[in-house]
């Protein structure tokens, strides 16, 4: 079975694709969808999409995961990443995978089996889990790892 997980942000859409067997899981891939911050909204969302939809089609993942939005400081990030994440969902309903959202805490509960655990220790735990030799950089893509890992701990 092959996941993805997406971190939903503005200007950084992280990706992570692990495949989940007997075996345990492995990763497939990882990385991110960046926009330029001199295209309008609508362009940027568009982007968004265009690779997303690329990934999926490359890779055909059985099963999405989505961090979900629990708590921001700024309003209008808040509003931005909605946004993205309204593509993200809107894109996978198109393509019939099915979606499964968790929150920060289910991440790094699943994760380091500690839901108060710091950035730092998730990526630690990222790298052993998928058997690699350096955290996945940048953090957003690490974060979509986290989440992809989630979501084979937690659906059968």
Not at 60 to 86: M, W, Y
């Amino acid at each position: 079975m092959i996941i993805l997980g997406v971190d939903p942000g503005t200007a950084i859409i992280g990706y992570g694709l692990i495949k989940k067997s007997n075996r345990g899981i492995e990763i497939i891939e990882y990385g991110c969808i960046e926009t330029d911050p001199k295209f309008s909204t609508a362009e940027r969302l568009n982007i968004l999409d265009k690779e997303l939809t690329k990934i999926i089609k490359k890779h055909k993942p059985n099963k999405a995961a989505v961090e979900d939005i629990f708590f921001f400081k700024n309003l209008k990030t808040v509003i931005k990443v909605s946004q993205a994440r309204g593509v993200i969902l809107v894109r996978m309903a198109k393509m019939k995978i099915p979606v499964f959202e968790y929150t920060p805490l289910q991440i790094k509960q699943a994760v380091t089996s500690y839901g108060r655990a710091e950035k730092k220790q998730v990526q630690q735990m990222v790298k052993l889990l998928l058997n690699l030799k350096e955290i996945p950089k940048p953090d957003d893509a690490a974060d979509a790892l986290a989440t992809a890992i989630c979501c084979a701990h937690s659906t059968h």
